[in-house]
């Protein structure tokens, strides 16, 4: 086999060009993106408008969002998650 640090270097190398690729929308550049879009709001809100007793709950609110923002842009869709699978039946007659 492969030693770690050879296996550690392969991973981090996939990672970097995986999130680091400011030529395709899929990086971390357009996380950090869609995180400011959030936060920035989420951070003017809970600190600025809500009381104290309603940040905690507000912050997980837009926590909640932005992982959703998240899982939107990053997930797949479930056609090409699941395989199309064709059964055909040979029938004995009409």
Do not use: Q
Not at 15 to 28: I, P, Q, V
Not at 76 to 92: N, R
């Amino acid at each position: 086999g492969e030693s770690p640090a050879a296996i550690g270097k392969v991973a981090l190398s996939k990672y970097a060009a995986n999130n680091f690729d400011t030529r395709s929308e899929d990086g971390l550049l357009t996380d950090w993106i869609a995180f400011w879009k959030i936060w920035v709001l989420g951070d003017v809100v809970v600190y600025g408008l809500c009381p104290m007793w309603a940040r905690l709950p507000a912050n997980h609110v837009f926590s909640f969002v932005y992982i959703c923002v998240l899982s939107f842009m990053r997930g797949s869709s479930a056609e090409k998650d699941l395989p199309c699978v064709i059964v055909e039946h040979e029938s004995d007659g009409p």
